[in-house]
């Protein structure tokens, strides 16, 4: 499988943005999801990730009490709501399925979507 984000664009600091991730074929309420991004030069770094059935969430110290994580299982699909955005959160943003290990290391995960661009800037 190969997840699929959507919703990334540019937007200006302090602005909000909500990204998606989804698949038609793989059932994403039976993994953890996991956010990640990617900034040009920069090693892939973990935003946030949301575990399979109690839901209990994590998030980087970067966008704690910025960035909210959540799962709309009628829907199959996690979403990422974005606010007071900086642009120093500008970079590509994946999502993927956890597998095993840390919920904060990209080796953990798989399925990787082919990732969605946020950009900030005035």
């Known amino acids: 499988a190969q997840l699929v984000e959507s919703g990334g664009g540019l937007v200006q600091p302090g602005g909000s943005l909500r990204l998606s991730c989804t698949d038609s074929?793989?059932?994403?309420?039976?993994?953890?999801i996991g956010w990640f991004r990617q900034a040009p030069g920069k090693e892939r770094e973990a935003v946030s990730c949301?575990?399979?059935?109690?839901?209990?969430?994590y998030y980087a110290d970067s966008v704690k009490g910025r960035f909210t994580i959540s799962r709309d299982r009628a829907n199959n699909t996690v979403y990422l709501q974005m606010n007071s955005l900086k642009p120093e959160d500008t970079a590509v943003y994946y999502c993927?399925?956890?597998?095993?290990?840390?919920?904060?290391?990209?080796?953990?995960?798989?399925?990787w979507g082919q990732g969605t661009q946020v950009t900030v800037s005035s």
């Open positions: 074929g793989f059932t994403l309420e039976n993994y953890p």
């Open positions: 993927a399925a956890h597998y095993s290990g840390s919920y904060y290391r990209a080796p953990s995960y798989g399925d």
């Open positions: 949301i575990s399979s059935y109690a839901g209990s969430t």
